[in-house]
């Protein structure tokens, strides 16, 4: 039941919902992982680790199956992924990267085919070959690295599943998420500290099946709400059990910047024209709710980009929002 629940939610992950339980999974194989997350700067580079010989990696992420209609029409970001180097400041050197196409579902034999003939191109320009990763291979190490601690008690696996079936629309069960969390991450009396960086690992996987539905209807707020629960559960356990900080930050990092990513996804979203209008008959308290929260996205986003010096396009854009959020009342 356990790996047909890790299927079905895999078979339904965007590139969004799957990326975090991916980074997971290369930390589980001993890599660094550098940075996560999807944008137009980011040169068809979703990911970006570090194996233990110092061997650099970057992966762009493909949700569903792959036919030679879809790759074509993404060539570009495949030629990027490839060809275009490496950018980050724990990288230096220029060193030559191995590119990874990873797709949840299946790649056809046209796609292979054409993989095959682009990488002979490739490598007659000194390029590394482009490798895949495809569902199954993810399913397996999803379903592996959460073998041991899944929920076994009936009030435990209840919430896990009415996370899962919830309507992505309406609120996240905040106290379930923090029942399940909590369960998977506490540790016992005498458990080791190796396991209980295992039980961190595992979080930031059930928190990704459970917030899948939130992923689907680009409930943003909740997700951000989520993921906050997950990292600083995660934190809590980690300082109770006091493991290693390089046991668990990375993990913790992870939970941090989907959180984070979700955050700028809402703060992108209020930044339409008209997003915050009122739209029917709504009640005034709902409109201002609704409008201070998205507030405090745009803000926080600017804040965020401030300090760590990025790139801040929409900064004009969301003072003028907010100033007028403010003098309408």
């Known amino acids: 039941m356990n790996e047909r629940l890790v299927e079905d939610w895999l078979t339904k992950a965007s590139e969004r919902s799957y990326q975090t339980p991916f980074a997971q999974a ?41 036919d030679i209609k879809q790759f074509e029409s993404g060539l570009g970001q495949i030629h990027a992924l490839v060809e275009a180097q490496v950018e980050h400041p724990a990288i230096s050197g220029g060193p030559q990267h191995q590119p990874w196409l990873v797709v949840s579902g299946s790649t056809s034999m046209p796609v292979e085919d054409r993989i095959r003939m682009q990488n ?21 190490k999803f379903a592996n690295m959460a073998a041991n601690f899944w929920p076994q008690l009936p009030a435990d696996s209840s919430r896990l599943f009415n996370l899962y079936l919830a309507d992505g ?79 668990w930050h990375p993990t913790f990092r992870l939970a941090v910047e989907a959180a984070l990513s979700s955050l700028g996804e809402l703060a992108n979203e209020a930044l339409q024209p008209e ?49 007028r959020l403010f003098t309408e009342g």
């Open 169 to 247: 629309r309406s609120s996240l069960n905040r106290q379930a998420l923090a029942h399940l969390i909590t369960g998977t991450t506490l540790p016992g009396t005498k458990t080791i500290k190796a396991e209980i960086a295992r039980r961190l690992s595992a979080a930031n996987l059930f928190a990704s099946y459970s917030l899948s539905p939130f992923y689907k209807t680009h409930n943003h707020w909740e997700l951000v709400q989520g993921w906050t629960i997950t990292a600083a559960q995660i934190a809590w356990s980690a300082d109770t059990a006091r493991v290693p900080r390089k046991a």
């Open 120 to 140: 002979l191109g490739w490598k007659r320009r000194g390029y590394k070959p482009l490798r895949t990763i495809n569902g199954a291979q993810l399913l397996q």
């Open 275 to 323: 997003a915050l209008s009122p739209r029917g008959f709504e009640l005034d308290d709902l409109t201002r709710s609704r409008c201070t929260i998205c507030a405090g996205a745009m803000a926080a986003k600017i804040l965020i980009e401030l300090r760590h010096l990025r790139p801040r396009p929409q900064e004009g854009l969301a003072k003028k929002t907010l100033e």
């Open 26 to 66: 290369l930390l589980a194989d001993g890599m660094q992982v550098l940075r996560v997350g999807h944008g137009p700067h980011e040169h068809g580079k979703d990911i970006i680790a570090i194996d233990p010989n110092g061997g650099v990696h970057a992966y762009q992420l493909k949700d569903g199956n792959l």
